[in-house]
T-cell receptor
């Protein structure tokens, strides 16, 4: 069953601009994770934010989590053409251990 | 770095064939997973395993089985391949049960004709 839903489904921006992707989910969670997938490849883990955390940074990535609204956002600052990829959120709920449920992803295109 | 290796990038099989997809990880991870990825449906969990010889059904186990005889290897088996099993199959592993990132292989694109 789908838990996370990303918004927008597709995003096209120019190099240097910031990209913001959103994720909403339905049930209580232990943590929320963001992954990136280049075309035709496997997913790469970007960042994990626990349910008791509100914000986390990693390089040009900033993730926020609002458990009251059951939503998260991923911000990529100063985007580059190499950031072009699909981005997925995944939630680990409170009962299923390490079983992650993925959304359908946001396709980000960064134009040079 | 963790390496998860899937034996084939592309595979073409005929309807009714028995298909084996192999996955090996090199970091002594406890947990291993098989997902399939389809346009508009995202990633869906087929089976997972927390330990050797242990398996648990995911969200869409029908038509599939798995085998984990050694810690590093997790095989997905399509008992009798059907055209609706044409998909991208992704194997992943994680170190511990909770709050642990998944490490994915590069995927196997299976076409059943």
């Amino acid at each position: 069953s789908q838990q996370g839903e990303e918004d927008p489904q597709a995003l096209s921006i120019q190099e240097g601009e910031n990209a913001t992707m959103n994720c909403s989910y339905k049930t209580s969670i232990n943590n929320l994770q963001w992954y990136r997938q280049n075309s035709g490849r496997g997913l790469v883990h970007l960042i994990l934010i626990r349910s008791n955390e509100r914000e986390k940074h990693s390089g040009r990535l900033r993730v926020t989590l609002d458990t009251s609204k059951k939503s998260s956002s991923l911000l990529i600052t100063a985007s580059r053409a190499a950031d072009t990829a699909s981005y997925f959120c995944a939630t680990e709920d409170g009962t299923s251990g390490s079983r992650l449920t993925f959304g359908e992803g946001t396709q980000l295109t960064v134009n040079p | 770095d963790v390496k998860v290796t899937q034996s084939s990038r592309y595979l073409v099989k005929r309807t009714g064939e028995k298909v084996f997809l192999e996955c090996v990880q090199d970091m002594d991870h406890e947990n291993m997973f098989w997902y399939r990825q389809d346009p508009g449906l995202g990633l869906r969990l087929i089976y997972f395993s927390y330990d050797v010889k242990m398996k648990e059904k995911g969200d869409i186990p029908e038509g599939y089985s798995v085998s984990r005889e050694k810690k590093e290897r997790f095989s997905l088996i399509l008992e009798s391949a059907s055209t609706n099993q044409t998909s991208m199959y992704l194997c992943a592993s994680s170190l511990i049960v909770r709050s642990s990132p998944l490490h994915f292989g590069n995927g196997t694109r299976l076409t059943v004709t």
